[in-house]
């Protein structure tokens, strides 16, 4: 078995109110700015040796860890400068700068770089985009640089939905206080955070219902469990033209842990689907009625519909496996099947339900939302009474009751034909394995993701499967 596992991202709002927390419970706040700043200089030691080192400090508190972290890092024998775009502007940020003993330049066309850069000019804070010549001096100095660190986030991204306010810096290394912030996990900010690392500065554990997937946990199989203990996952084939994306989604079930997979096939695909087959069940199954027989067979759990499902007769198909009540992943064909019709859709569910789209697919079920990308996939989780698995580099998985969460952990590489058919597969053997349908999608977007990175350069969705069985004798 397969335990999903999360760690919190909190919105600025939410960072703010842990902060107030443990300033009311006894810390003051140039206490937290100092845990912070010392935790970010060693953050900063343990990534890279000694080098010369220029700190770029804004007139908030972003820019107090600033000056912490440029103390700290000379009391290690650092050589540091700090540059600042203005005086500090808070009280906190100001004990912090008093405790820095060198001096300070101006952040300006004539400033001259280094070899890290430590980006601590505005962190969640941030509304509105920097000035275009502090953008521009941010970006030579940065691009200029062997390495760029950012404090918090880099600065110009939007904290709660990964929006760039303005050009962004290319970090190597983010350092968050407490924990993650949506900036870190959506694009286009995350693609220009790097290694993020979370460190500790003794706030609360934060309350969220917005979390980034972490690496699930293996749980030994009991000795006595026999092939429909594992699930009994069934794939719905498409016609003889298109049969490949259903035996992709076959064989991510089967590799992912699926004691017992069957493929329902048209009469006119047996021939093309046996031929590539050998583990997997073939059934043959031609029209609605079928499909609902074989998936209200006691032994069968969990079904996959929509890979290549075609037109013909699709929308029978897929309304045929809803009605049977047990778990059902949507993907490719089914979006379009519905297409401007998710209140149908939705009336039609009549179980657990898990669906994948792909941005297109997205836009062609639920029309334009607005808000950010986990804003759009919570809407559509509720609009459409399922969890929603929205594809991408930043996968958000979201459920109807308002938990989201994010999955980074993935490779450029699934950018590839199929791969989605093999994620569909995979999400359906956690379903028959006994995983509620937003636990489901949040392991199986990790464990796809984690095959996609072992795949390296070439990979194809025939990879995937093979690769699954890698990840899982990796997980702890």
């Given at each position: 078995?397969?335990e999903?596992?999360f760690?919190?991202?909190?919105?600025?709002?939410?960072?703010?109110?842990?902060?107030?927390?443990?300033?009311?419970?006894?810390?003051?706040?140039?206490?937290?700015?100092?845990?912070?700043?010392?935790?970010?200089?060693?953050?900063?030691?343990?990534?890279?040796?000694?080098?010369?080192?220029?700190?770029?400090?804004?007139?908030?508190?972003?820019?107090?860890?600033?000056?912490?972290?440029?103390?700290?890092?000379?009391?290690?024998?650092?050589a540091?400068?700090?540059?600042?775009?203005?005086?500090?502007?808070?009280?906190t940020a100001?004990?912090?700068?008093?405790?820095?003993?060198?001096?300070?330049?101006?952040?300006?066309?004539?400033?001259?770089?280094?070899?890290?850069?430590?980006?601590?000019?505005?962190?969640?804070?941030?509304?509105?985009?920097?000035s275009?010549?502090?953008?521009?001096?941010?970006?030579?100095?940065?691009?200029?640089?062997?390495?760029?660190v950012?404090?918090?986030?880099?600065?110009?991204?939007?904290?709660?939905d990964?929006?760039?306010?303005?050009?962004?810096?290319?970090?190597?290394l983010?350092?968050?206080?407490?924990?993650?912030?949506?900036?870190?996990?959506?694009n286009?900010?995350?693609?220009?955070?790097?290694?993020?690392?979370?460190?500790?500065?003794?706030?609360?554990?934060?309350a969220?219902?917005?979390?980034?997937?972490?690496?699930?946990?293996?749980?030994?199989?009991?000795?006595?469990?026999?092939?429909?203990?594992?699930?009994?996952?069934?794939?719905?084939?498409?016609?003889?033209?298109?049969?490949?994306?259903?035996?992709?989604?076959?064989?991510?079930?089967?590799?992912?842990?699926?004691?017992?997979?069957?493929?329902?096939?048209?009469?006119?695909?047996?021939?093309?689907?046996?031929?590539?087959l050998?583990?997997?069940?073939?059934?043959?199954?031609?029209?609605?009625?079928?499909?609902?027989?074989?998936?209200?067979?006691?032994?069968?759990?969990a079904?996959v519909?929509?890979?290549a499902?075609?037109?013909?007769?699709?929308?029978?198909?897929?309304?045929?496996?809803?009605?049977v009540?047990?778990?059902?992943?949507l993907?490719?064909?089914?979006?379009s099947?519905?297409?401007?019709d998710?209140?149908?859709?939705?009336?039609?569910?009549?179980?657990?339900?898990?669906?994948?789209?792909?941005e297109?697919?997205?836009?062609?079920?639920?029309?334009a939302?607005?808000?950010?990308?986990?804003?759009?996939?919570?809407?559509?989780?509720?609009?459409?009474?399922?969890?929603?698995?929205?594809?991408?580099?930043?996968t958000?998985?979201?459920?109807?009751?308002?938990r989201?969460?994010v999955?980074?952990?993935?490779?450029?590489?699934?950018?590839?034909?199929?791969?989605?058919?093999?994620l569909?597969?995979?999400?359906?053997?956690m379903?028959?394995?006994?995983?509620?349908?937003?636990e489901?999608?949040?392991?199986?977007?990790?464990?796809?993701?984690?095959?996609?990175?072992?795949?390296?350069?070439g990979?194809?969705?025939?990879?995937?499967?093979?690769?699954?069985?890698?990840?899982?004798?990796?997980?702890?």
């Open positions: 078995m397969i999903p596992m760690q919190p991202i909190v919105t600025a709002a939410e960072m703010r109110a842990l902060e107030a927390a443990a300033i009311a419970g006894g810390t003051s706040a140039i206490e937290l700015m100092r845990r912070a700043g010392g935790a970010a200089a060693r953050a900063i030691a343990a990534y890279i040796s000694p080098i010369d080192t220029l700190v770029l400090c804004g007139p908030g508190n972003n820019g107090g860890d600033g000056y912490v972290i440029a103390t700290e890092l000379a009391a290690m024998g650092w540091v400068r700090v540059a600042a775009i203005a005086a500090p502007g808070t009280d100001r004990q912090a700068a008093a405790g820095w003993a060198g001096a300070v330049e101006a952040l300006d066309d004539d400033t001259p770089g280094a070899a890290l850069i430590v980006d601590a000019l505005f962190g969640i804070g941030l509304t509105r985009a920097l275009p010549t502090h953008a521009a001096n941010l970006n030579r100095l940065a691009g200029a640089a062997r390495s760029c950012a404090i918090d986030l880099p600065s110009g991204a939007a904290t709660d990964g929006a760039a306010l303005s050009p962004l810096p290319a970090c190597d983010c350092i968050s206080f407490g924990a993650a912030k949506p900036a870190h996990v959506l286009p900010a995350a693609a220009a955070v790097g290694r993020l690392v979370v460190a500790a500065i003794g706030l609360a554990p934060a969220s219902t917005l979390h980034r997937i972490a690496p699930p946990r293996r749980r030994a199989e009991p000795a006595a469990a026999h092939k429909y203990q594992r699930g009994h996952v069934l794939v719905v084939g498409g016609p003889a033209q298109a049969t490949g994306a259903a035996r992709l989604a076959a064989l991510g079930a089967q590799r992912a842990g699926a004691g017992y997979v069957t493929l329902l096939s048209p009469t006119a695909a047996l021939a093309a689907n046996a031929a590539q050998t583990g997997i069940v073939l059934v043959e199954a031609d029209t609605p009625a079928a499909i609902a027989r074989a998936f209200g067979e006691a032994r069968a759990h079904l519909i929509g890979p499902l075609g037109r013909t007769h699709g929308r029978d198909k897929l309304l045929a496996a809803l009605s009540g047990k778990p059902v992943v993907d490719a064909d089914a979006f099947l519905f297409e401007g998710a209140a149908a859709l939705a009336r039609a569910i009549e179980g657990p339900v898990v669906l994948t789209p792909h297109g697919e997205f836009a062609r079920l639920f029309g939302l607005p808000g950010s990308k986990v804003d759009r996939a919570r809407a559509a989780a509720r609009r459409i009474g399922a969890v929603v698995l929205l594809k991408g580099a930043d958000v998985v979201a459920a109807p009751d308002g989201a969460a999955n980074t952990h993935a490779s450029p590489g699934l950018a590839t034909a199929g791969s989605g058919d093999v569909a597969g995979v999400i359906a053997a379903l028959a394995r006994g995983l509620d349908p937003f489901a999608a949040c392991v199986a977007a990790w464990l796809h993701g984690d095959a996609g990175r072992r795949g390296g350069p990979l194809i969705a025939d990879d995937l499967p093979g690769l699954l069985g890698q990840t899982l004798a990796g997980l702890a």
